[in-house]
């Protein structure tokens, strides 16, 4: 009778459990996935008109009689090229590391895939050090070449190049996976039939690529058309940087601005929408390969051409030294001091930890001729109050919101596993998935404009007033990043096995302790995986904080980028630039560290580890060893 009791109390518990956590879900769904886009899209067609008369096509009137297309055919432009000149430079770094045989293809490897470790405001921060008006190659070349335009590093040029390098990314990590799945047996067979090297690549290898390759262009065009970081630090006029600037104007300074960023946000929407589902529709077409039932692994091929070797070995040197200057560059001047770095000139005199650690006082002569003082005014990250807050500040939101999409997307995808092949599934799913049509400039745009005034749905408060934009920031970063750690730990979920579950129900487990205690455990390294590759972009990340703009809410990157563009004013932010080089510095470290965690030794199986553990331990053993003779040699000594 007791344990019919328990049992009851227990399906109370979790019935009551599973009701809260529905309306829990479906209040966060509606009010931070739903109305707030909602808002923005009918803002578009509430705007009043000169007569003070709503007018629904007054915005659109504006948009074809204004500027504003241009802003739209700019983003056109950059990711029409982007598609052209990511894939040129993408598919030849794997090629060059992967499939052909070049000498140094493991050193080219690291070198190509630096990106990985930084990028956004860090990325360009390394390109503008080298190559702006002031920046190193730029006076170098203008030493030789005296009619050399010094800003020839800024607008669409500069952009294009900087996101060219930035956004090979993808095909370092998916291309690479499948040209390594590819069955060296069909090369093999092509060889023997007299085809050249070059035939077997673009007749063989080539259309075995294609489903990756579309997927990777899509993406590619998606983020050239999103593209904020490098528009708006280089000065090009695409539709992300607008939709911020207008954000932050008002009724005073220009026409309705609001309404038309959110025209704008959601023709941006409009493109993402269609280029993810034509990649939907063709992902589920399905791609085939008739394989042998052996598979054998790709063997590099050489280029016996002995002008094509060298020209292949060339081309890969010079993309390795594209890849690797501004990282390089950037290690160097962060340990050089003030004038060092404003002068491009590297001297080891000047070498300083002063960027990372400690202050410095500044002299200067005013107007007038008077030599004055700024106490501390040279400061390190992290001495600086400013750099250590936002460090502080992006680190627990970026942690926060990792974590929390973790335990939605988990708590989730085992709703969807107990009820798959049923409606309340798919709709689970789909609501997840939701953030994935919409670009982020759009969601974080219509965070701001929707909780920008005290609103009954989050009783009654202004979450863009004050420190309250904090927690705004978190639930955007958490909406941002549920389609990804979807993806990623339903993928996880398959290895569990059902038979797991229906031993742990005849046992008497209840669906709750099945699942921490039996399910949780299986997925648990992949979750950890997801959390650490979110905390990773999120930390960094500058196009969100840069629309969340806001004196309580100022992430690293936004801090960071300010100071730069207020160094020196009247002797304050004196240093900025060292300050954004050891910042880049301590990103890559940070990120690096991550991704090894996640790709070093959370990529190991279990009998890797338990390898690595035996291997521990035997060291340690030695290293016991040999401490304890050392100390009885010392004691011997002195008896």
């Given at each position: ?99 052909f045989d070049i000498k140094g293809a493991n050193i ?29 190659i730029t006076t170098w070349l203008a030493q030789y ?228 003082t700024r106490t501390g005014s040279i400061s390190g ?259």
């Amino acid at each position: 009778m007791e344990l019919n009791n328990n049992n009851k109390f227990n399906f109370n518990l979790e019935f009551a459990l599973k009701i809260f956590l529905g309306f829990l879900f479906l209040y966060l769904f509606l009010g931070f996935m739903i109305a707030p886009c909602l808002n923005t899209l009918t803002s578009i067609f509430t705007t009043r008109g000169p007569d003070g008369n709503i007018d629904p096509l007054a915005v659109i009137k504006f948009f074809w009689a204004g500027t504003m297309p241009s802003f739209v055919w700019n983003s056109l432009k950059l990711a029409v090229c982007l598609v052209i000149t990511v894939n040129i430079v993408g598919i030849s770094i794997v090629l060059l590391t992967e499939y052909f045989d070049i000498k140094g293809a493991n050193i080219l490897r690291l070198g190509y895939m630096t990106t990985l470790i930084y990028s956004g405001v860090a990325l360009v921060t390394g390109y503008q050090f080298l190559y702006d008006s002031n920046g190193m190659i730029t006076t170098w070349l203008a030493q030789y070449f005296p009619t050399l335009n010094r800003q020839w590093f800024s607008g669409f040029n500069a952009v294009l190049f900087t996101m060219t390098f930035a956004c090979t990314s993808n095909h370092a990590l998916f291309l690479r996976n499948a040209i390594r799945g590819i069955d060296y047996n069909t090369v093999e067979a092509a060889r023997n039939m007299g085809a050249s090297p070059f035939r077997v690549l673009f007749s063989v290898v080539m259309p075995t690529l294609l489903p990756t390759l579309f997927s990777l262009t899509v993406m590619t065009f998606i983020t050239g058309l999103c593209a904020m970081s490098a528009p708006t630090l280089l000065g090009y006029n695409s539709i992300n940087p607008e939709i911020v600037r207008l954000a932050g104007s008002s009724i005073a300074d220009e026409a309705f601005p609001q309404a038309r960023a959110a025209l704008l946000s959601v023709i941006l929407a409009m493109f993402t929408i269609i280029l993810l589902s034509i990649l939907n529709y063709y992902e589920r077409k399905g791609h085939y390969l008739s394989v042998s039932k052996t598979k054998a692994k790709l063997i590099k091929q050489k280029i016996h051409n002995k002008t094509a070797n060298i020209m292949a070995h060339i081309y890969a040197y010079v993309l390795f030294i594209i890849y690797m200057t501004p990282v390089v560059m950037i290690i160097l001047f962060s340990f050089q001091n003030y004038p060092a770095i404003r002068s491009k000139m590297l001297n080891v005199k000047d070498w300083t930890l002063v960027n990372y650690f400690g202050s410095q006082d500044y002299e200067y002569m005013t107007s007038r001729g008077r030599l004055r003082t700024r106490t501390g005014s040279i400061s390190g990250v992290f001495s600086n109050s400013d750099a250590v807050g936002g460090i502080r500040l992006s680190f627990i939101m970026s942690a926060i919101a990792a974590a929390v999409a973790c335990v939605i997307v988990v708590i989730a995808v085992s709703y969807i596993f107990k009820h798959r092949n049923k409606m309340r599934a798919v709709v689970t799913e789909s609501c997840l998935l939701f953030p994935w049509l919409l670009p982020t400039i759009l969601i974080c745009y219509s965070f701001r404009i929707f909780f920008n005034k005290e609103i009954w749905y989050v009783f009654g408060n202004n979450l863009y007033w004050r420190e309250n934009v904090r927690f705004l920031i978190i639930m955007a970063y958490i909406v941002v990043k549920l389609p990804f750690a979807l993806r990623m730990i339903k993928a996880a979920f398959y290895a569990i096995d059902d038979e797991l579950d229906d031993a742990a129900r005849n046992l008497g487990a209840s669906q709750v302790y099945t699942f921490l205690k039996v399910k949780l455990p299986i997925i648990l390294p992949s979750v950890l995986a997801v959390f650490a590759l979110n905390f990773n972009a999120l930390f960094t990340e500058y196009d969100m904080g840069a629309t969340f703009q806001s004196s309580y809410g100022k992430t690293y990157a936004m801090i960071i980028q300010n100071m730069t563009m207020e160094e020196g004013r009247e002797g304050y932010n004196i240093n900025a630039s060292g300050r954004r080089c050891a910042s880049t510095v301590f990103i890559m470290l940070v990120s690096g560290l991550i991704l090894w965690l996640v790709y070093g030794l959370g990529a190991r199986d279990l009998g890797e580890r338990l390898e690595a553990r035996k291997k521990w331990r035997r060291r340690w053993g030695k290293f016991k060893g040999t401490a304890r003779a050392g100390a009885m040699l010392v004691a011997n000594i002195f008896k």
